[in-house]
């Protein structure tokens, strides 16, 4: 029987279902049990096959009644109790018999305790997944998209490889980083990468071979530098330096300009959510006539998790790989419309051919001038 989880002199924990339990010690009939024991056989013995089988057990324990969290995701406590409120935890595991999340606490003072929450008692901060982290080359997974020659005005993209046929799957690949639409948690975040790239480097390079939207309009510039400002702030009571503030803000726009939006429902750009960063997908442009379009992987597929890259028609070799940053409407949006959302989500004012070739069409004086002249374009170095 699991034991309701008392911590420090903490008052009783309101009722169910929002408990805190112990969870039993892990057994054979249940899945978590399962895949501990495979897992240790796994390395005891080198068994290919009940390592696999451990990696599918392990990918299964991460789905929850709604919830899809990567292994050792940080999250934060919320309505068990004020002792436990925003309190930050790691995620171990899901186990469906019970219907609840094995998380450990990740404050010295519990003691690496874990404990098992319902679903709807905790919120999702962010994941650093180091081993998903490109260690350089100039050819993305499979090496039909490989990055493009640089020209001026413009910066880093993907194009084809090889001839491409429509409907054809260009490469798949998973994020190395995943926050919550939050500044601090991508902060937070970036810590995290900072402190262990010393042990484990991966994540952190990744990070920073993006742009930090060098191409930025000053709006968007603007608006990183104060929620810089802002972060520090609720972080110390010390005052910032300005290099430290620039060091912020710059973690801020890398972020912005990068980030895909990530979950069951697609991947994109511009929409409250979750984010992620990838090291091939963040150098994906932006076109108002994409030829490709970006999806996530469905949940409960064995790959779940990942992007996929497709194209949308045939492609020769050298051709530029471009997607829509924005809903799929955008695209039958007039270029006024398209470049204000462009603006406003993403901080660049679309220059695809589309757009430069309605823009000339309209009559004088009804397109907006430009806040800035850049290029439509996720990643920027």
Request: charged share 20%.
């Amino acid at each position: 029987m699991a034991a309701v989880l008392s911590l420090r002199s903490s008052p009783s924990l309101p009722q169910c279902p929002a408990q805190v339990v112990f969870p039993p010690t892990p057994r054979e009939d249940l899945p978590l049990g399962r895949t501990l024991a495979l897992s240790a056989f796994a390395a005891a013995h080198g068994s290919c096959k009940a390592a696999k089988r451990a990696a599918r057990l392990r990918r299964a324990a991460m789905h929850g009644l709604a919830e899809r969290l990567p292994q050792h995701s940080t999250v934060y406590l919320t309505g068990l109790s004020p002792d436990l409120e925003g309190e930050p935890c790691e995620v171990l595991g899901f186990d469906p018999s019970a219907k609840r999340w094995l998380l450990r606490f990740l404050h010295p003072r519990f003691e690496n305790q874990s404990c098992q929450v319902p679903e709807q008692c905790f919120t999702f901060g962010y994941c650093v997944q180091p081993g998903a982290a490109a260690l350089g080359g100039s050819a993305a997974p499979g090496g039909a998209a490989r990055e493009a020659k640089r020209r001026p005005g413009l910066g880093r993209g993907l194009e084809a490889a090889e001839q491409l046929e429509q409907g054809q799957v260009i490469f798949e690949e998973c994020p190395f980083l995943i926050t919550a639409d939050d500044v601090n948690e991508v902060c937070r975040a970036y810590f995290k990468m900072r402190a262990a790239s010393g042990d484990s480097p991966g994540a952190l390079d990744a990070f920073n071979r993006l742009s930090a939207g060098e191409h930025f309009s000053q709006e968007a510039v603007q608006r990183c530098e104060a929620q810089a400002a802002q972060v520090w702030q609720a972080a110390t009571s010390r005052a910032a330096s300005p290099l430290e503030l620039r060091q912020i803000a710059e973690v801020l726009r890398r972020w912005e300009a990068n980030r895909f939006l990530q979950g069951a429902g697609g991947a994109g750009r511009g929409r409250a959510g979750r984010y992620a960063l990838f090291s091939w997908v963040s150098l994906l442009n932006h076109s108002c006539q994409p030829s490709a379009m970006l999806d996530s992987l469905s949940a409960l597929q064995p790959e779940d998790g990942k992007s996929r890259v497709k194209a949308l028609r045939g492609l020769a070799p050298g051709e530029a790989i471009c997607i829509n940053y924005g809903p799929p409407e955008l695209l039958e949006w007039d270029v006024a419309r398209r470049r204000e959302y462009l603006q406003r989500q993403n901080g660049f004012t679309c220059r695809c051919p589309r757009c430069l070739t309605e823009a000339k069409a309209k009559p004088q004086g009804e397109e907006k001038s430009d806040l800035v002249s850049s290029v439509a374009e996720c990643s920027y170095t």
